[in-house]
C-alpha cells in the first residue's frame, strides 16, 4: 500500500492483503492503562508445554524462577498414565537467568503413537499435568490436526484456544505463526479491552527483555496454557514474532530510532527458542519436517526470516516478482524442500507455511484502496516472489510428485485454493475439473487478529471467488481454526468459528469443509464435518 503501515495500524486493521479493513481503534494514551505486572518468583506460573513430537521424542518445556539466585534444578517427569504412578523417563533440568529460567527436554526413548503424560517440580512446588503425544510409525489409516495463526492478544480473548484445549481426537496442534505481536499498547488493538488485555510491556517490543515479556505475557493466558497443557504443538514463525512484514535485512516496522535491526532480530530469535516448544536447529533455522507413519509427511517452512529478499519495491513489482535471483525461501531451503518433496514415499505431503500461495493477480477492489492497483502489490506473499513459486510448482509437476496439501495463516482470513501454474488460462488450468492444478490450499482464520469488518466482509469475499477462479471459499472477518483430517483416500479441511473474541464465553460452530481426494489436486465441498 503507499501509505505507511504504522499510519494505518493507528486508523485501521489489517484484512486480506494487507486492505484496509476500515475497523479504526481509538488510541488512549498509555497513561490511561495499567500495565500488566508478571507474577512473582518461586511458581510454575507461565504453565508447560510440549512440542515437535517424532516417533520416539518430544520437546518439553516450562519456565521457573527462583526468588533468589541466578540458576535452579528443575525435575521432570514422564509416565505412561496421567496419575504418574508408572514413570517411564525423569530427570532434571539446570536452567539459569541466561536462558530467563527457562526449561526445555527433549525426552527420547519413547515409542510410537503413544500418548504420555508429564510434570515438572522444583523447590517444593509442582507444575501442572501434562499430556502429549508421539508421532506413529508404519502403516496409518487417520491422522488430525488442528491449524491455527494470528493471535492478538490486545484484540481478544483465546477462546479458539480454549475450544481445542476441549478436544481429544488431535494428534497435534500447528501454529503457523504470529503466535505474539511486537507492537506496542497504543497502535494495534480493541479499544475496548484495553483494560482486560493490556499488553507488557506497554511499548513495541524491541530487545531481548521486551521480547522475553511479550512472550511471557502470552503464557499467561489461561486459554493458551489450557490448549498447551493438553496437546503438542508444531509451530512455525511468521514476521510479528519480530517486526511486521520482516525479512532477514530488516522489516517494515523496524527504523533506525529502533535500534540495529540484527539485534533486534537476535532478540527475537533468542526469545522465541527459550519461549516456545520448538527442537533448535543447526544453525538456528525453523524449518524442518515431521512423519505421521506412512500417511504424510509434513514440512514446517519459514517464509519469512530464513532467506527471503527483501520485498519488492520498485515500479514494476510484477517484473520484481519473476526475477530468478529473487527468493522467498532462501535457496538452500529450496533445496531442501524439493528434495524432501522427492524423496517423501507418504500418501500425502503437508506443507506448514505462512504466507499465502496462491496467485491473486486479478482481484480488484478499488473501493478499499487509494491507489488503482491490483493485488499484484500485495508482494509479502508468494505473488511478490513468482520465480520462487514457479520453481516449486515444476519440481511438483516434473517429478510427478502428487497429494500436496498447503496450509496457510497470516491474513485473518479463509481461503479455500487450487493451486496451479497460472490458473487465469483455460490452457494451463479447469477449474471445472482442477485439470493442470498441483497442489491446493487451506488458509485458517486468525484467533483474534482482525480482518475486515461484517459491513464490507460478505461482498469483499464474494468478489474474491468471483474473480478468482482457483478459489473455492473465501470468508475474510470471522475467528476460528482449521481441522485437519488426514486417510489414505483424501484430506478434508473443516472450518470452525468462534461466535465472539471480545468476551471469555463464546460458542463454536461448523462452517464449512472441503475435501481433496488422493491422486487430484481438486476440491469439492464436504456434506459435513468429518467424523
Known amino acids: 500500500m ?27 494514551p498509555l497513561g490511561d492503562v495499567t500495565e500488566p505486572q508478571l507474577p512473582a518468583a518461586g511458581h510454575f506460573s507461565y504453565g508447560i508445554a510440549s512440542g515437535d513430537p517424532t516417533d520416539t521424542a518430544v520437546i518439553l518445556w516450562t519456565q521457573f524462577t527462583p526468588e533468589q539466585g541466578s540458576e535452579v534444578s528443575v525435575d521432570w517427569l514422564v509416565a505412561t498414565d496421567a496419575a504418574l504412578t508408572t514413570v517411564i523417563q525423569s530427570g532434571s ?101 484495553r483494560e482486560a488485555r493490556a499488553l507488557a510491556p506497554a511499548h513495541e517490543i524491541t530487545t531481548l527483555d521486551d521480547y522475553r515479556r511479550r512472550h511471557a505475557l502470552y503464557k499467561l493466558d489461561d486459554d493458551l496454557q489450557a490448549l498447551h497443557q493438553r496437546h503438542p504443538m508444531i509451530n512455525i514463525w511468521d514476521d510479528h ?68 529478499d527483501e520485498q519488492a519495491s520498485g515500479a514494476d513489482l510484477f517484473r520484481e516478482a519473476q526475477d530468478e535471483n529473487r527468493t522467498l525461501l532462501g ?64 519440481t511438483i509437476k516434473d517429478n510427478g510428485i502428487d497429494n500436496v496439501v498447503v496450509l496457510t495463516g497470516d491474513i485473518h482470513s479463509s481461503l479455500v485454493s487450487e493451486i496451479a501454474q497460472d490458473p487465469y488460462h483455460r490452457r494451463s488450468y479447469n477449474p471445472e475439473t482442477g485439470e493442470g492444478a498441483l497442489a491446493v490450499e487451506f488458509i485458517c482464520p486468525s484467533v483474534t487478529s482482525p480482518g475486515f469488518p461484517e459491513g464490507v466482509a460478505d461482498e469483499v469475499a464474494k468478489r474474491i471467488v468471483k474473480t478468482q477462479p482457483h478459489v473455492r471459499y473465501a470468508e475474510v472477518t470471522t475467528h476460528g481454526f482449521v481441522l485437519l483430517t488426514v486417510d489414505q483416500q483424501q484430506v478434508q479441511a473443516d472450518w470452525y468459528y468462534v461466535s465472539a473474541v471480545n468476551t471469555p464465553v463464546a460458542t463454536t460452530s461448523h462452517a464449512v469443509g472441503y475435501i481433496c481426494d488422493a491422486g487430484r489436486a481438486h476440491l469439492r465441498k464436504a456434506e459435513g464435518p468429518a467424523a
Open 331 to 394: 535457496f538452500e531451503q529450496e533445496d531442501w524442500l524439493y528434495n524432501r518433496l522427492q524423496a517423501s514415499t507418504a500418501r500425502w505431503r503437508v506443507l506448514g507455511q505462512q504466507v499465502m500461495m496462491a496467485q491473486r493477480y486479478r482481484l480488484h477492489l478499488d473501493r478499499y484502496v487509494q491507489d488503482d492497483i491490483s493485488l499484484t502489490a500485495w508482494r509479502d506473499s508468494w505473488d511478490g516472489y513468482e520465480a520462487n513459486r514457479q520453481r516449486l510448482l515444476s
Open 241 to 308: 514474532e519480530f517486526a511486521n512484514n520482516a525479512w532477514p535485512g530488516g522489516a517494515q516496522n523496524h527504523d533506525s530510532s529502533e535500534g540495529d535491526w540484527y539485534e533486534r532480530a537476535a532478540a527475537a530469535r533468542q526469545a522465541y527458542f527459550e519461549w516456545m516448544p520448538v527442537r533448535e536447529q543447526q544453525g538456528g533455522r525453523i524449518y524442518r519436517q515431521f512423519s505421521y507413519g506412512d500417511l504424510l509427511d509434513l514440512m514446517m517452512l519459514d517464509t519469512r526470516m530464513e532467506g527471503r
Open 93 to 193: 533440568f539446570l536452567t539459569t537467568s541466561q536462558r530467563n529460567f527457562t526449561v526445555k527436554v527433549d525426552v527420547t526413548g519413547l515409542q510410537p503413537g503413544q500418548t504420555y503424560f508429564y510434570r515438572f517440580a522444583a523447590l517444593g512446588q509442582t507444575s501442572a499435568t501434562g499430556q502429549t503425544r508421539t508421532a506413529p510409525t508404519g502403516p496409518l489409516s487417520r491422522a488430525r490436526f488442528a491449524v491455527v495463526s494470528c493471535a492478538s492478544y490486545p484484540h481478544g480473548y483465546f477462546n479458539v484456544y480454549r475450544e481445542l484445549a476441549g478436544r481429544d481426537d488431535l494428534d497435534a496442534v500447528l501454529h503457523l505463526g504470529d503466535y505474539i505481536y511486537e507492537y506496542a499498547q497504543d497502535d494495534y488493538g480493541d479499544a475496548d479491552l
Open 2 to 28: 503507499s501509505f505507511s503501515r504504522r499510519r494505518f495500524l493507528k486508523t485501521g486493521g489489517a484484512g486480506i492483503a494487507g486492505i484496509p479493513a476500515m475497523n479504526p481503534v481509538r488510541a488512549l
